[in-house]
């Protein structure tokens, strides 16, 4: 039994590591980074900070209500909202632009 375990949990690592790994047959599509806005990076590091300080409470031992974590996800979610919101203008005004340069 223990060497069928030890078989299992090998068979496990080798898939593992071969999941993690692109496909031979594939290569990877590989596309030029488009430019952001540094405002979007910006909101969205703020929201990553809110998620880092909740995690670190938790795991500190802090008690935090449930309450407060509910308040805490909302205020992110409509950041959340509002970053979406702008990054679809953006790409919007980005797609304008795009067109009224393009040679006709």
């Known amino acids: 039994l223990a060497n069928a ?3 299992d949990e090998a068979d496990s ?3 593992a590591e071969l999941s993690s790994r692109p496909s031979p047959r594939k ?4 596309r030029a980074a488009e430019p952001v806005d540094p405002r979007l990076i ?3 590091n703020a929201v990553g900070g809110n998620i880092n300080q909740i995690a670190k ?3 500190s031992g802090h008690s935090i209500s449930s309450l407060e974590v509910l308040h805490t996800l ?8 509002r970053i979406a919101d702008a ?3 953006l790409t919007d005004n980005a797609r ?3 067109k009224k340069e393009a040679p006709e």
């Open 96 to 98: 304008q632009n795009e």
């Open 87 to 89: 990054a679809e203008l």
């Open 57 to 59: 409470a938790i795991n």
């Open 27 to 30: 290569k990877p599509i590989r």
């Open 42 to 44: 910006k909101a969205v």
């Open 74 to 81: 909302t205020q992110m979610s409509r950041a959340l909202d």
């Open 5 to 7: 375990d030890r078989d």
């Open 13 to 15: 690592v080798v898939i």
